[in-house]
């Protein structure tokens, strides 16, 4: 961590939980939870924040509960969707979040596009990036991740 912290842990966590919940219709539980997102099953969405500040927001789970994610949000059991539609809740989530974190950091900002990756190995997450905040958090026995990185 650096020691430019902007938006506090608590308050990605509060985020997370409060989107991830409202989207999904299940709780999401605070503090770190075992189970490493460094497999090869890893969801990971992400936004840019340009402007005023300048970095990345991830949003990063196993497959199995971006899964979970898109059947709330397509009203469908999760094994009858494809690859684009889980792409398609993960990236809705990580809009969301990050559009929340981004309004705790200095502006005007602009947010990209979420770009998604599913059923891929974690790589480097930003490439020549800062780590700011790191947030773990569970669902359904499940890690989920939230990340802030400075470019």
């Known amino acids: 961590m650096t020691q430019e912290l902007l938006a506090t842990d608590e308050q ?7 989107v991830w919940s409202s989207f999904t219709g299940r709780p999401v539980d605070a503090g770190p939870q075992e189970g490493a ?3 090869d099953d890893v969801a990971v969405g992400r936004v840019e924040v340009t402007g005023g500040w300048r970095g990345w ?3 990063a789970c196993p497959t199995r509960l971006a899964r979970t994610a898109a059947a709330a949000m ?13 792409a398609d809740a ?19 900002s602009r947010l990209s596009m979420p770009a998604v990756t599913v059923g891929a ?15 773990s ?8 991740a939230v990340s802030v990185w400075r470019t």
């Open 37 to 39: 997102l460094d497999g």
């Open 121 to 135: 190995p974690a790589l480097d997450p930003v490439p020549g990036g800062v780590l700011v905040n790191a947030v």
């Open 90 to 108: 993960l990236g809705e989530l990580t809009n969301m979040i990050g559009g929340n974190v981004k309004s705790l950091l200095p502006g005007p």
């Open 12 to 18: 990605i966590v509060g985020i997370t939980q409060d």
């Open 57 to 59: 927001v991830l949003l």
């Open 74 to 86: 397509f009203e469908r059991p999760a094994e009858t969707l494809t690859d684009d539609e889980v």
């Open 137 to 144: 958090l569970a669902c359904d026995g499940l890690p989920l």
